[in-house]
Protein backbone atom coordinates (compact mmCIF):
# COMPACT_ATOMS: atom_id res chain seq x y z
CA UNK A 1 0.00 0.00 0.00
CA UNK A 2 1.18 3.28 -0.60
CA UNK A 3 1.86 5.52 2.31
CA UNK A 4 2.29 8.94 0.99
CA UNK A 5 0.43 9.55 -3.27
CA UNK A 6 0.85 12.33 -4.99
CA UNK A 7 -1.25 13.16 -8.43
CA UNK A 8 -0.88 13.37 -11.20
CA UNK A 9 3.37 12.15 -11.45
CA UNK A 10 4.20 14.25 -14.72
CA UNK A 11 2.37 17.77 -15.01
CA UNK A 12 3.50 19.75 -18.20
CA UNK A 13 1.63 22.57 -19.45
CA UNK A 14 1.67 26.00 -20.76
CA UNK A 15 2.87 29.52 -18.79
CA UNK A 16 -0.46 30.94 -17.37
CA UNK A 17 -2.28 28.23 -17.32
CA UNK A 18 -3.84 27.22 -13.17
CA UNK A 19 -2.32 23.84 -12.02
CA UNK A 20 -3.29 21.80 -9.04
CA UNK A 21 -1.41 18.34 -7.63
CA UNK A 22 -3.05 16.38 -5.00
CA UNK A 23 -1.59 14.50 -2.17
CA UNK A 24 -2.71 12.17 0.20
CA UNK A 25 -1.06 10.09 3.10
CA UNK A 26 -2.82 6.77 4.71
CA UNK A 27 -0.52 6.77 7.70
CA UNK A 28 -2.65 8.45 9.97
CA UNK A 29 0.32 11.11 10.11
CA UNK A 30 -1.19 14.74 11.35
CA UNK A 31 0.81 17.16 9.38
CA UNK A 32 1.67 17.51 5.76
CA UNK A 33 4.40 19.24 4.01
CA UNK A 34 4.96 20.94 0.22
CA UNK A 35 8.47 20.70 -0.86
CA UNK A 36 10.01 21.92 -4.00
CA UNK A 37 13.28 20.98 -5.58
CA UNK A 38 14.89 22.65 -8.18
CA UNK A 39 16.85 21.82 -10.86
CA UNK A 40 20.29 21.70 -8.82
CA UNK A 41 18.41 19.09 -6.49
CA UNK A 42 17.80 21.64 -3.85
CA UNK A 43 14.84 20.80 -1.17
CA UNK A 44 13.08 23.55 0.18
CA UNK A 45 10.15 23.73 2.49
CA UNK A 46 7.22 25.44 1.28
CA UNK A 47 4.42 24.26 3.40
CA UNK A 48 3.09 22.53 6.45
CA UNK A 49 0.13 22.26 7.81
CA UNK A 50 -0.83 20.16 10.99
CA UNK A 51 -4.54 18.44 11.31
CA UNK A 52 -5.48 21.11 8.63
CA UNK A 53 -4.16 24.24 9.85
CA UNK A 54 -1.23 26.46 8.37
CA UNK A 55 2.07 26.03 10.11
CA UNK A 56 5.03 26.62 7.69
CA UNK A 57 4.24 29.67 4.81
CA UNK A 58 8.04 29.62 3.39
CA UNK A 59 7.34 33.16 2.01
CA UNK A 60 5.65 31.39 -1.22
CA UNK A 61 4.64 33.82 -3.99
CA UNK A 62 0.75 33.40 -3.46
CA UNK A 63 0.13 32.05 -6.86
CA UNK A 64 0.98 28.96 -4.34
CA UNK A 65 -1.86 27.99 -2.41
CA UNK A 66 -2.27 24.94 -0.23
CA UNK A 67 -5.87 23.10 0.46
CA UNK A 68 -6.02 20.49 3.20
CA UNK A 69 -9.62 19.37 3.18
CA UNK A 70 -8.56 17.43 5.94
CA UNK A 71 -5.71 15.46 7.45
CA UNK A 72 -4.97 13.17 5.14
CA UNK A 73 -4.92 15.52 2.28
CA UNK A 74 -2.68 18.31 0.99
CA UNK A 75 -3.35 19.76 -2.16
CA UNK A 76 -1.55 22.31 -4.14
CA UNK A 77 -3.15 25.06 -6.35
CA UNK A 78 -0.81 27.22 -8.57
CA UNK A 79 -2.31 29.99 -10.39
CA UNK A 80 -0.42 31.44 -13.65
CA UNK A 81 2.49 29.41 -14.21
CA UNK A 82 5.57 30.82 -14.83
CA UNK A 83 8.56 29.12 -16.38
CA UNK A 84 10.64 29.41 -12.90
CA UNK A 85 7.44 27.27 -11.24
CA UNK A 86 9.10 24.05 -13.40
CA UNK A 87 10.56 21.55 -10.88
CA UNK A 88 9.38 18.71 -8.97
CA UNK A 89 7.14 19.19 -5.88
CA UNK A 90 7.42 16.46 -3.46
CA UNK A 91 4.03 15.90 -0.21
CA UNK A 92 5.24 14.62 2.76
CA UNK A 93 3.71 13.55 6.19
CA UNK A 94 4.78 13.13 9.67
CA UNK A 95 3.65 12.62 12.79
CA UNK A 96 3.77 15.00 15.34
CA UNK A 97 4.78 13.95 19.14
CA UNK A 98 5.11 16.49 22.19
CA UNK A 99 8.90 17.08 21.18
CA UNK A 100 8.33 17.82 17.90
CA UNK A 101 7.50 16.33 14.33
CA UNK A 102 9.42 12.98 13.52
CA UNK A 103 10.75 11.37 10.62
CA UNK A 104 8.57 12.73 7.49
CA UNK A 105 7.92 10.24 4.79
CA UNK A 106 7.64 11.64 1.05
CA UNK A 107 5.74 10.74 -1.87
CA UNK A 108 7.11 10.15 -5.40
CA UNK A 109 7.23 13.73 -6.23
CA UNK A 110 5.36 15.89 -9.39
CA UNK A 111 7.50 16.56 -12.17
CA UNK A 112 5.87 19.85 -13.49
CA UNK A 113 7.23 21.04 -16.47
CA UNK A 114 5.84 24.78 -17.63
CA UNK A 115 6.65 25.72 -21.32
CA UNK B 1 24.55 30.93 6.49
CA UNK B 2 23.72 27.64 5.55
CA UNK B 3 22.87 25.38 8.41
CA UNK B 4 23.49 22.12 6.80
CA UNK B 5 26.82 21.63 4.55
CA UNK B 6 27.51 18.77 2.79
CA UNK B 7 30.87 19.56 1.50
CA UNK B 8 30.92 17.01 -1.10
CA UNK B 9 29.09 17.76 -4.19
CA UNK B 10 29.69 14.78 -6.12
CA UNK B 11 31.43 11.29 -5.38
CA UNK B 12 32.96 8.70 -7.79
CA UNK B 13 33.97 5.44 -6.20
CA UNK B 14 34.32 1.79 -7.36
CA UNK B 15 32.35 -0.91 -6.49
CA UNK B 16 33.21 -2.57 -3.08
CA UNK B 17 35.18 0.72 -1.50
CA UNK B 18 34.33 2.22 1.24
CA UNK B 19 32.90 5.52 1.03
CA UNK B 20 32.21 8.23 3.82
CA UNK B 21 29.55 11.06 2.91
CA UNK B 22 30.24 14.29 5.27
CA UNK B 23 27.47 16.15 6.77
CA UNK B 24 28.17 19.00 9.20
CA UNK B 25 24.84 20.95 10.66
CA UNK B 26 24.91 24.60 12.81
CA UNK B 27 22.08 24.70 15.41
CA UNK B 28 22.35 26.34 18.60
CA UNK B 29 18.98 24.31 19.84
CA UNK B 30 19.84 21.66 22.17
CA UNK B 31 16.94 19.46 20.85
CA UNK B 32 17.20 18.59 17.06
CA UNK B 33 16.95 16.07 15.13
CA UNK B 34 19.03 14.81 12.28
CA UNK B 35 18.09 12.50 9.15
CA UNK B 36 19.73 11.02 6.15
CA UNK B 37 17.74 10.85 3.18
CA UNK B 38 18.42 8.78 -0.19
CA UNK B 39 17.44 9.72 -3.62
CA UNK B 40 18.06 7.36 -6.42
CA UNK B 41 18.13 7.80 -9.55
CA UNK B 42 14.03 7.06 -10.24
CA UNK B 43 13.52 10.60 -7.89
CA UNK B 44 11.94 9.21 -4.92
CA UNK B 45 13.21 10.23 -1.66
CA UNK B 46 13.94 7.04 1.07
CA UNK B 47 14.14 7.73 4.57
CA UNK B 48 17.54 6.38 5.86
CA UNK B 49 17.92 6.70 9.47
CA UNK B 50 16.87 9.55 12.35
CA UNK B 51 18.74 10.70 15.28
CA UNK B 52 18.38 13.02 18.22
CA UNK B 53 20.32 15.39 19.81
CA UNK B 54 20.52 13.24 23.03
CA UNK B 55 21.71 10.44 21.29
CA UNK B 56 25.26 10.56 20.28
CA UNK B 57 25.47 6.27 20.02
CA UNK B 58 26.49 5.39 16.33
CA UNK B 59 24.51 3.72 14.46
CA UNK B 60 24.61 0.49 11.77
CA UNK B 61 22.95 -1.53 9.46
CA UNK B 62 24.03 -3.60 7.09
CA UNK B 63 26.33 -1.77 4.86
CA UNK B 64 25.23 1.35 6.20
CA UNK B 65 27.22 3.07 9.27
CA UNK B 66 26.45 6.65 11.21
CA UNK B 67 28.76 8.67 13.30
CA UNK B 68 27.08 11.26 15.01
CA UNK B 69 29.83 13.39 16.72
CA UNK B 70 28.37 16.57 18.57
CA UNK B 71 31.54 18.41 19.32
CA UNK B 72 32.11 18.69 15.87
CA UNK B 73 28.53 19.48 14.84
CA UNK B 74 29.26 16.33 12.44
CA UNK B 75 26.70 13.40 11.50
CA UNK B 76 28.60 11.60 9.05
CA UNK B 77 27.21 8.36 6.62
CA UNK B 78 29.64 6.10 5.94
CA UNK B 79 28.64 2.92 3.17
CA UNK B 80 30.79 -0.26 3.31
CA UNK B 81 31.83 -2.37 0.56
CA UNK B 82 29.55 -0.04 -1.93
CA UNK B 83 27.59 -1.26 -4.73
CA UNK B 84 25.59 0.10 -7.61
CA UNK B 85 22.35 0.27 -5.99
CA UNK B 86 24.28 2.88 -3.85
CA UNK B 87 24.75 4.97 -6.82
CA UNK B 88 21.91 8.21 -5.58
CA UNK B 89 22.33 11.30 -4.54
CA UNK B 90 21.85 11.62 -0.35
CA UNK B 91 20.58 14.03 1.53
CA UNK B 92 21.03 14.72 5.30
CA UNK B 93 19.01 16.99 6.87
CA UNK B 94 18.11 18.61 10.08
CA UNK B 95 14.81 19.78 12.58
CA UNK B 96 15.49 22.61 15.36
CA UNK B 97 12.78 20.97 17.75
CA UNK B 98 13.16 24.40 20.10
CA UNK B 99 13.61 27.67 16.99
CA UNK B 100 11.49 26.20 14.03
CA UNK B 101 9.36 23.50 14.93
CA UNK B 102 8.20 21.37 12.14
CA UNK B 103 10.87 22.43 9.86
CA UNK B 104 13.20 20.32 8.41
CA UNK B 105 16.29 21.71 6.78
CA UNK B 106 17.81 20.45 4.04
CA UNK B 107 21.55 20.17 3.08
CA UNK B 108 22.67 20.21 -0.78
CA UNK B 109 22.64 16.85 -1.19
CA UNK B 110 26.33 14.62 -2.00
CA UNK B 111 25.15 12.94 -5.73
CA UNK B 112 27.26 9.35 -5.34
CA UNK B 113 28.20 6.86 -8.06
CA UNK B 114 29.52 3.61 -7.62
CA UNK B 115 31.07 2.62 -10.46
CA UNK B 116 31.63 -1.45 -11.12
Known amino acids: DTAVSQTPKYLVTQMGNDKSIKCEQNLGHDTMYWYKQDSKKFLKIMFSYNNKELIINETVPNRFSPKSPDKAHLNLHINSLELGDSAVYFC??????????????FGPGTRLTVL | AQKVTQAQTEISVVEKEDVTLDCVYETRDTTYYLFWYKQPPSGELVFLIR??????QNEISGRYSWNFQKSTSSFNFTITASQVVDSAVYFC?????????????FGPGTSLSVIP
Open chain 2, 93 to 105: ALSEVETSYDKVI
Open chain 1, 92 to 105: ASSETLPGGPVTQY
Open chain 2, 51 to 56: RNSFDE
